[in-house]
């Protein structure tokens, strides 16, 4: 994998994205799906969901720090990334991928799933039909129970007069002239860079987005808040898309308090804006 890492990226980034993955694929429901492993067989797992409209390199310079200790793992959900597209997409589908992959991957001993929003709802439905896996869950700044998300965040609409899964440009450089985060916030350049570049592919007719534009058109089956039994951490931007009560509706009824924490300053991609802060988080989820 070619890194592009930007001249101002710190040693820690630098060191995290040049640590090679394994790359595999499983076919899930009919879908070629993607993903990338880091760490030993054996290890507990640690699962990691990208959000909306990104991909399994969002976590590139997140996922080597716990090779030491976990079988890491982030897949290209169906509709994104290096996966195939599917006529239609659900959060049951998206979390069957997730249970196909861990296995897979020999992940899914005493699974940890850290989700970035869309992702977290995910990991919601994943703890939901498949409590064997999941457990232990994460919430990275995931809107809940609010179908606006998809489509303020996930930026599934097209641009007017262009088919909705074929825009395409001339060159890379131009798409990544066009490469935006949806809600924008104040991103760390390095980081930003380095999951554009592998945001877009080139087919016969240009340069694209990996992301099926139509990925949220029929998403119906929003899920309410994970099983009572779930150990539940939310990590949250203060200028994110959470709010006070939105935490309040996802922890209700839990049999052990939620973690939460928030981020002061972060908005909503919290993996591109304040990584380390992420990482101390899930460090402290995961010792507990």
Known sequence: MSTNVTSDAPEWFRTAV??????SSITVHGARITYRCWGELGSPGLLLVHGGAAHAGWWDHIA???????RVVALDLSGHGDSDWRDTYSLATWADEITAVAAAAQADDHAVLVGHSLGGLVGIRTAIAHPDLVTDLMLVDSRILDAEMLDEIQRNQPEEGIPRRSKHYPSLEAALERFRLVPDHASLDYARDHVARQSAVRDDDGWRWKFDRAFADELTDLPPHPPSDCRLGVVYGEHGVVTPAMIDIVTAGLDEPARVVELAGAGHHIPLEQPLALMDAIDDFLRA
């Open 18 to 23: 040049e640590t090679e993955p394994e790359h």
């Open 64 to 70: 080597p720090r716990y090779a030491r200790d976990r």
